[in-house]
């Protein structure tokens, strides 16, 4: 279980998160929301500590990330597996060694186990015979599933997806989407997926929440969200801007800049 | 207290900023080297990377001390005959390319050059790491970044330094050595007598005792920058200017401590 | 065929590591394979020597000074060397310490005491500790003989002033002699500063032509003897002649022993200058007893009887053992001092032969 309580962040003026709550169910899969820069990717770096909240809290299994231990850290982070945005892949390495570092990391297997590992989970994301490649060699969508392997290939607890979908073809988004839901029906991780992508969560997810001026604006079931009568969030599902403006009260439509505006 | 600064207070403003400043820098690399030397409880972590750094960053670097060295040996031989002209006797040639090489121009002209290739190196790799989120991945995958990353460069850097500057000290003698007995009509006997004439056994250690703090400065100063890279490619190349300007400096700062230090009568 | 990164490492690594260890043992310049053996000698002090000089014996070099310290009581200084367990020293070692050349290094060496009779070595001491003497700096050597030139020179000068036309002529070949072989002795100088190393040889050069410039010198002594039977003045002046042949011998022996031992040479240098100087102090009396004449020669003259008062005061100063020529070269004003007498003397010397009617003109109406 992941809990935001409270999240506040800022860098410098710009304030970030103001005040996000979230919470995922075990063996749930939630679908967050918003619209570019408001802070969806901040939010996600504070579940692993990669970011320090100003104020707040997250907490994974009732453990109080922000102050733990550099031991007690690396030991979460071994259950949990990050899909970067832009993939993050070491440069230096082949995907194969790419994925290897997890494995080797988490401990307990074999010689063998890796190699099984690392061309199963390839497979899933549909880039067998790519191990040898180093990331320059491959394209963006390549390197973004080379990237989702590399977090699902220890086999985590958690999964945290940054845009795992963005920027792939219709058909490898389905595929990627399928892999989600796999990973939840088959072995129960609970996933945060960030995603611009309605339609993926849709079909993904269990709930859906909408991250806007730093905090969440509404949350709910797909059914409820694509219902919803919010002007910004019906506005933000259906595409309208003219809708999000009217919804904010003609503030522009970057979810963050009323915050920032009121703090200064 | 009033927004503005009044235009005579500017210059001022600017002192204690940039003082603050430094002070800052030097409270942040202070927390980084402490970060590193706890790394180094994490050797499962690094004892695997650092025979590779070994190579890439010392075995690799020789070509280029080498050159630097043999060309040094070369000019020093030729400076100290041409300074020498008939007052002193031609043996002191040895004498002066041996002092200067072992003393001085071997280790202080090694660490500025792998400045450049070591520093910049690391800088520029750290750097673009950093800022392709490759270091947060790191940590994502229960990794220590500075066990991995800077502590197996650091170690390298302090390993391998001494063992570069041995071989460029040689060199730059033997280069010496060859200048005088062709172009400066000496023979072999008396360039040794010469190198062997104001010899003392703490020489060696000394060059060896730079290099190895030369080694730390352009690792640490390189991982350093590299960590604290912000800002895409433009970013990359900042910190990596700084790592070599910042690591030059140092080297020559060190230089002059260990002088003050150790060879004070 | 491409290493590994282990082996590149490794090798890289191990050749560093002997590299350290064969370059500071090879510039230690100890010999390999042989355990040095430790010896001591006490001195008065120890002059410019410093830890790592080599040591020699029978001029091979043999062993490094290990270390230097006052001894317990603080009178003398205790000079610990190592050498090679080949060396044989004699019953009577001793260590002499001297210049190794004129830049300042010093070298030991492992000499039999009864080769320097007249140097003064400190008593040797229990516990393997030998005695030892120091020799004064070797930049003396070269200021000897400019100085021994020059006076040389300064005698032609008064001995033909003293005589007639008939003999004149001899006495010149003489001062060219004379002249020659100040030049080989500059020369010499010379080439001492340049290389030490060839030292023995040229001292042999220029023993042979001491050597045969004395003989010459001796010859002119005879025929001037010959010449004028009569006169106290004149026997007076032969006898400082045969003094001055008498020194050059001396000399031209001492350099012979230079030879084997360089640093007798040195020793017998300082002698041999207290010597001059009682020479040129009885040319000064010379000059004296010639009157107040002889001043109207000329200004030419003055100066050559202040050149000579000049290596008076410093002959002087050596004998009162307070001005080694060390000292002397310290003393810049003395040294301009003594720099212009020479130049001086020279001076005197090629008016001479270039106007000689004038000398002698004079001395015959005299
Ligand atoms: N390290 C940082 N320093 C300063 N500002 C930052 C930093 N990281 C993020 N921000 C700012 O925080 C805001 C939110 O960034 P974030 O990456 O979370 O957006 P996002 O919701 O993920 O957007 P997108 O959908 O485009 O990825 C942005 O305005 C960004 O400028
Ligand atoms: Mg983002």
Redesign the interface.
């Known amino acids: 279980m992941i809990e935001m309580i409270d999240l506040h962040k800022s860098f410098g003026p710009k304030v970030v998160l103001n005040g996000l709550s979230l919470r995922v169910g075990e063996g749930d899969t939630v679908a967050l929301v918003g619209f570019s820069g408001a802070g969806k990717s901040v939010a996600l770096k504070h579940i692993v500590g990669l970011l320090q909240p100003d104020m707040g809290t997250v907490r994974v299994d009732g453990t109080d990330v922000p102050s733990l231990s550099r031991p007690d850290l690396y030991e979460l982070r071994r259950r949990v597996g990050y899909v970067f945005q832009f993939a993050a892949l070491f440069d230096s390495m082949t995907v194969a060694e790419n994925l290897a570092m997890g494995l080797i990391k988490h401990g307990g297997f074999s010689k063998d186990e890796i190699e099984e590992r690392i061309a199963d989970s390839l497979e899933r994301v549909e880039l067998e015979g790519y191990e040898e490649n180093f990331p320059a060699e491959l394209s963006g969508g390549q390197r973004k599933r080379a990237g989702l392997a590399r977090a699902i290939a220890f086999g985590p607890k958690y999964l945290l997806y940054d845009e795992p979908t963005s920027g792939l073809d219709p058909v490898t988004t389905t595929v990627i989407d399928r892999l989600i839901l796999k990973m939840r029906d088959e072995l129960g991780v609970t996933s945060l997926v960030i995603t611009h992508d309605m339609d993926s969560a849709y079909c993904i997810s269990d709930r859906i929440a909408m991250l806007y001026d730093g905090r969440v604006l509404q949350e709910g079931t797909p059914e409820e969200i694509r219902r919803s009568q919010h002007p910004v969030v019906k506005g933000f599902v259906e595409g309208r801007p003219e809708l999000v403006e009217e919804g904010s009260g003609g503030m522009r439509i970057f979810a963050n800049t009323p915050a920032s505006r009121r703090r200064i | 207290m009033t927004a503005r600064t009044a235009t005579w207070a500017r210059p001022f403003a600017a002192v204690g900023r940039s003082a603050g400043g430094f002070f800052a820098a030097f409270g942040r690399f202070g927390t980084f080297f402490v970060e590193m030397l706890r790394s180094l409880r994490d050797v499962g972590t690094w004892v695997p990377l650092l025979?590779?750094q070994?190579?890439h960053l010392?075995?690799d670097s020789?070509p280029i001390a080498l050159f630097l060295a043999a060309f040094t040996g070369i000019v020093l031989a030729l400076q100290a005959s041409y300074t020498f002209t008939g007052?002193?006797?031609l043996y002191?040639v040895g004498a002066l390319v041996?002092k200067t090489m072992i003393l001085e121009l071997g280790p202080v002209l090694s660490g500025l050059a792998l400045s450049g290739r070591v520093g910049a190196n690391i800088a520029a790799?750290l750097g673009?790491?950093r800022v392709?989120?490759?270091i947060?991945?790191?940590?994502?995958?229960?990794?220590?970044p500075v066990a991995y990353l800077v502590v197996p460069r650091v170690l390298a850097g302090i390993?391998?330094f001494?063992?570069i500057v041995?071989?460029a000290?040689?060199i730059g003698i033997v280069a010496g050595w060859i200048t005088a007995i062709n172009l400066l009509q000496m023979s072999t006997d008396d360039f040794i007598r010469g190198?062997?004439?104001?010899?003392?056994?703490f020489?060696?250690t000394f060059s060896?005792i730079k290099a190895t703090s030369f080694g730390l400065v352009v690792t640490a100063v390189g991982c350093f920058e590299g960590f604290a890279t912000k800002g895409g490619a433009e970013g990359v190349g900042r910190s990596t200017t700084r790592a070599v300007v910042i690591s030059s400096m140092l080297i020559l700062v060190f230089d002059a401590f260990w002088a003050v230090v150790l060879l004070q009568p | 065929m491409k290493l590994n990164n282990e082996a590149a490492v490794g090798i890289v690594v191990v050749a560093g590591i002997i590299l350290t260890v064969v370059a500071a043992f090879w510039l230690s310049g100890r010999p390999w394979g042989e355990e040095p053996i430790e010896v001591a000698a006490v001195f008065r002090e120890v002059g410019e020597l410093r830890q790592g000089n080599p040591v020699k014996f029978r001029g091979v070099e043999v062993g490094r000074v290990a270390g230097i310290d006052l001894d317990a009581e603080g009178e003398g200084v205790v000079v610990a060397m190592q050498i090679s367990p080949r060396v044989v020293p004699p019953a009577d070692a001793a260590v002499l310490l001297a210049p190794a050349s004129l830049f300042g290094d010093w070298q030991a060496s492992i000499v039999s005491r009864s080769s320097y009779p007249e140097l003064e070595f400190t008593t040797a001491r229990q516990g393997q500790v030998l005695s030892g003497a120091t020799l004064p700096d070797i930049t003396q050597l070269t200021a000897v003989g400019a100085r021994i030139a020059g006076n040389l020179e300064t005698l032609a000068e008064r001995v033909e002033l003293a005589f007639t036309e008939e003999t004149a002529i001899k006495i010149r070949e003489t001062i060219e002699n004379v002249q020659a072989m100040s030049e080989q002795l500059t020369g010499f100088v010379d080439q001492q500063t340049q290389t030490y190393r060839d030292v023995s040889q040229s001292v042999l050069v220029a023993t042979d032509n001491i050597t045969q410039t004395t003989e010459r010198f001796d010859r002119v002594a005879g025929s001037v003897e010959a010449a004028f039977v009569e006169g106290g003045r004149i026997e007076q002046i032969l006898a400082n002649a045969e003094r001055a042949s008498q020194n050059l011998e001396e000399l031209s022996q001492s350099i012979d022993d230079a030879v084997v031992g360089v640093p007798s040479l040195i020793a017998q240098a300082d002698t041999t200058i207290g010597e001059l100087g009682e020479l040129s102090t009885s040319a000064s009396r010379l000059f004296e007893s010639l009157g107040p004449e002889i001043d109207q020669l000329g200004p030419t003259i003055v100066e050559a009887r202040e050149a000579i008062a000049v290596v008076q005061r410093a002959a002087a100063r050596i004998d009162n053992g307070e001005g080694t020529l060390g000292r002397l070269l310290e003393d810049p004003a003395l040294f301009e001092e003594t720099q212009a007498a020479i130049a001086t003397l020279r001076r005197v010397l090629s008016d001479l032969q270039a106007n000689p009617g004038r000398y002698i003109g004079e001395v015959r109406i005299f």
């Open positions: 025979v590779g070994m190579r010392g075995v020789i007052a002193v006797p002191f041996g790799e673009t790491m392709s989120e490759q947060d991945a790191l940590e994502t995958l229960a990794y220590n390993l391998m001494p063992v041995i071989f000290n040689a190198l062997r004439l104001f010899y003392e056994p020489d060696i060896l």
